[in-house]
């Protein structure tokens, strides 16, 4: 029985990550790792979790899709999709997703997908021993015109070609740029 917020969102994460059809195998067995973290994990959802947590980002593409909104992260130091980690507020990752996407670009009116582009686990300093975020990475249309404001987590924040991404950057995000594109 769901009795709180944090059993809504958890509950949430397994549905989504249940129901999702992966683009291909690989991604499919990291669908099913993710769901093995939650069932072995209840606080898998959150950053207290040393093991890993899931986390929720956004490719924020302008309305022709031919560009990408990406922050320069004041802490990697690599460019980057807009997200992190989920809140007690987030009713669901769609929700964690668009959330964390609007509050990092400013950008009012966000059209998110309906449905995760991928899944990537990536190795964070989130504890003093290391810990894992289990990224549920989604996409989202800016509406037209839109102007984006930068954040405090971030040094730098702009628009880019899907074909030209910068540099520090890494496989993940090009191929969420690329999958995203696509939808």
Not at 10 to 25: E, F, I, K, S
Not at 42 to 66: F, K, N, Q, Y
Not at 70 to 81: D, E, F, N, P
Not at 108 to 116: E, F, I, K, S, Y
Request: proline residues 5%; aromatic residues 6%; contains cysteine.
């Amino acid at each position: 029985m769901i009795t709180n917020a944090h059993d809504t969102l958890h509950a949430d994460a397994v549905r989504v990550l249940t129901r999702w059809r992966a683009p291909d195998a690989e991604q499919d067995r990291r669908r099913r790792e993710f769901l093995e973290h939650l069932a072995a994990y209840p606080d898998g959802m959150w950053r207290r979790c040393a093991a890993g947590h899931i986390t929720a980002s956004t490719a924020v593409l302008d309305e022709s899709r031919s560009r990408v909104l990406l922050t320069l992260h004041s802490k990697v130091k690599a460019w980057l999709q807009l997200g992190g980690h989920c809140e007690p507020a987030d009713l669901t990752l769609s929700e964690a997703a668009l959330r964390e996407a609007t509050e990092e670009s400013g950008i009012a009116g966000l059209r998110l997908l309906p449905d995760p582009v991928q899944i990537d686990r990536h190795f964070v300093r989130c504890h003093p021993e290391g810990s894992y975020h289990l990224d549920v990475q989604y996409a989202a249309i800016a509406p037209a015109g839109a102007r984006h404001h930068i954040s405090d987590e971030s040094e730098d924040l702009r628009w880019f070609e899907v074909g030209a991404l910068p540099e520090p950057t890494d496989e993940a995000l090009r191929r969420l740029v690329g999958r995203a594109t696509v939808r």
